[in-house]
Every structure is written in C-alpha cells, then in structure tokens.
C-alpha cells in the first residue's frame, strides 16, 4: 500500500527554537498533502494544505508566518514551526493524496510529536 | 451543525460482539467516502473506502446511503486488536479537493 515518511518522530527542544518536520511520499506521487495537529483526546484538526509548486492553504486561525509550509516537490512537503514555544507542543501529522480524481484516499505519516520545554 | 458527525462513544462491547457506527454528513456534493482507524497515539490509518453499493472486507462491512447522507460501519466478531477509534472521512470538491474527518468513535471490545 502507500508508504508516507514523516521525520522526525519525537522533538523537544527550548523555546524559540524553530522545527522542521518533512513529510515524504515513497511510492507514489502526492499531488497534494495535509497538515494536521492533534492535542490529547482530541480530533485532528488540519492545519493546511499544499499542493506541490503552489502556494498552501491555511485553515482559519492557523498562522501563515508561525507554521511555514512548503511542498517543493510530488514527494516532499515540510513544515516549520517557527520561534516555537509550549503552546506549539501537540501532535503534527501530514497526509498525501496521489491522484485527482475523489476517490483516492489520504495516508497519513507517523506524526511528530513536538515538545517545547 | 458539524459537516461530519459521528457519535463519540465510547462503544463498549465484549468479544465476539457485532458492533456498528453510524455517521452523517451535510453536504450532498460530497464524492468520497472513507472508514479510517486511528490507535491512541499514532496516526489514522485507512481501513476502507465506502462505496454507493456497499462494500465488505473481512469482518467489516461499510453502506452509504446517499439519499439520507449516511455512512455505517458495521464489526462482526469483535476483536480485542479492534479497540481504536473509528473515522468516519468525507471528500468533496469545491474548487479543490477538500476532505472532512468526524471527531471519531471510540470502540473498546473487551475479553
């Protein structure tokens, strides 16, 4: 089946720092993909999304400067938390969908989890 | 009104049980229809697409009603390896693709 890689895994690091999380398609070509955060107990709550070349999509309220998103390639998207603080810390998965027409599926990543001490 | 609405549960059902989630979404252009499963602190993964005719895989059977604007997901034999929380995950185009996931169902089978 579809095979997407999101590295890192886990982070934690100070305050201000900024992260990058990649996420890659591995065999297949993802015409699009999604940015999801997850708190505890909670749904997931997607971020944006990018179609590669173009520019992302951000949901309502989800910073264009604090969350930088950028999908250079079919197989590549990354996002930068940027001058992260403790309120950043959740769960971040990506998603990729191959395809245009609607009935592909999205796979999701294995998620980073973020913590920002 | 949520464009996706599950009931949360949780579900709480012995082995060997047959459980079923229900799930209603409200806007009639939506095109695809999908069941994933997310396990505590990992992420979601597909379990299937829900087709107009209905569609069966193993001990799960999913049936879309397009007239109610409703998607079910019924468990036969409930497995202790089932206890996830059920998706339910909408797809539509409104001028790019756009995908809606319910807040998700919790099921615990017990032994």
């Known amino acids: 089946g579809a095979v997407v890689s999101q590295h890192p895994s886990w982070v934690i690091c100070k305050s201000g720092t900024s992260v990058k999380i990649e996420c890659r398609s591995l065999?297949?070509?993802?015409?699009?993909m999604f940015w999801y955060r997850q708190f505890p107990k909670q749904s997931l709550m997607l971020m944006a999304t990018?179609?590669?070349?173009?520019?992302?999509?951000?949901e309502q309220g989800v910073e264009k400067d604090k969350f930088l998103i950028n999908h250079a390639s079919l197989t590549l998207s990354t996002l930068t938390v940027t001058s992260a603080h403790p309120e950043d810390s959740s769960f971040y998965i990506c998603?990729?969908?191959?395809?245009?027409?609607?009935?592909?599926?999205?796979?999701f990543g294995d998620g980073t989890r973020l913590s920002i001490l | 009104r949520k464009e996706v609405e599950q009931d949360p549960g949780p579900f709480n059902v012995p082995e060997g049980a047959t459980v079923a989630f229900n799930c209603t979404y409200s806007?009639?252009?939506?095109?695809?229809f999908f069941w994933y499963r997310q396990d505590c602190r990992k992420e979601p993964k597909l379990l299937m697409s829900?087709?107009?005719s209905g569609n069966e895989d193993g001990r799960f059977t999913a049936q879309l009603n397009r007239a109610s604007q409703y998607i079910s997901l019924l468990i036969r034999d409930s497995k202790l390896s089932d206890s996830a929380t059920y998706l339910c995950?909408?797809?539509?185009?409104?001028?790019?693709?756009?995908?809606?996931f319910g807040a998700g169902t919790r099921l615990f089978v017990k032994a």
């Open positions: 065999d297949f070509q993802a015409t699009t």
């Open positions: 806007n009639s252009a939506s095109q695809s």
């Open positions: 995950v909408v797809g539509l185009n409104t001028g790019g693709f756009k995908t809606i």
């Open positions: 990018s179609n590669e070349g173009s520019k992302a999509t951000y």
């Open positions: 998603s990729a969908r191959g395809g245009q027409g609607s009935n592909q599926p999205q796979h």
């Open positions: 829900v087709y107009s």
